[in-house]
């Protein structure tokens, strides 16, 4: 297992060269000369797209440009061959472009050394770019896990309503607004009562009484390897798609 952190320039040491980190992280794991961890490294170094990766294993990262320096972490990571790999936002402090690069450079290094990817991600459009099952959370729990086309075109918990609804839609006129959920995510250290989410959603009078401020939903079956933690069942949510469409209208 290895991991790409979020912000490489953090992650990465000042004082050691991008070349010294990356043989460090093979050297732990394999009994290599320096030699062979050094040439080890280069190889990565040009798998993953940096440039003359003979001359820039000797820069520091401060000498690197952002989408560089994720490229290095990206090489460490990988240089050990994990069968998982874990990634903490790995695009979000880079511009657009260099985004898209590292995400095909990911699917790329996926496909080529048999990897499963678990991507820790905000961005939608990052899920839905890369992603084969998708795991919604909200307040340390999952409340709704499943293929991401299940999710995106037949979600069923009311979070990940409001998270699709607060996505710009290029099939939308400038003029629409965007519907953000209403409220703040609540302190982990107190967490309210019952279902988490029922502060800020818009139903518990559907499910009736108040069973939402006082028992915490179980993860139901929402269709084939889609499971939602939610007390509206299916009768429910065609009630309020047919008498709110617009409120639940997700990406179709």
């Known amino acids: 297992m290895a ?16 070349g010294n980190q990356i ?12 030699r ?3 040439k080890r490294a280069i190889e990565m170094l040009d798998r993953v797209g940096i440039p003359n990766a003979t001359r820039r294993i000797n820069q520091y990262p401060h000498e690197f440009s952002g989408g560089m320096r994720q490229r290095a972490m990206i090489a460490m990571s990988l240089i050990n061959e ?9 695009t979000t402090a880079l511009d657009v472009t260099v985004q898209a ?16 990817i678990v991507m820790i991600t905000h961005d939608l459009g990052v899920v839905a770019d ?23 075109f037949d979600a069923s918990h009311p979070y990940t309503w409001g998270l699709l609804r607060s996505m710009p839609r290029l099939d939308r006129g400038r003029e629409t607004r965007l519907d953000p959920i209403p409220g703040s995510p609540p302190s982990l250290i107190r967490l309210p009562s019952g ?32 499971l939602a933690r939610c ?22």
């Open 3 to 18: 991991m790409i952190f979020q912000d490489p320039l953090s992650a990465l040491h000042p004082y050691y060269t991008i």
């Open 23 to 34: 043989e460090e992280a093979y050297l732990v794991h394999h009994k290599a000369s320096r």
């Open 36 to 38: 062979e961890a050094h």
């Open 82 to 90: 994990p069968k998982l790999l874990i990634a903490d936002e790995p």
């Open 101 to 116: 690069q590292i995400l095909e450079l990911m699917k790329d290094l996926r496909t080529a050394v048999g990897a499963a």
């Open 130 to 152: 890369i992603a084969d099952d998708m795991l919604v959370m909200y307040a340390g729990r999952a409340i709704e896990t499943g293929s991401s086309s299940d999710v995106f």
């Open 195 to 226: 279902c988490p989410f029922h502060p800020r959603c818009p139903f518990p009078e559907v499910v009736g009484g108040d069973r939402c401020m006082t028992e915490m939903p179980e993860l139901f079956d929402a269709g084939p390897n889609h």
């Open 231 to 252: 007390f509206l069942n299916p009768l429910h949510r065609t009630d309020v798609l047919s008498e709110a469409p617009a409120a639940t209208e997700v990406v179709r």
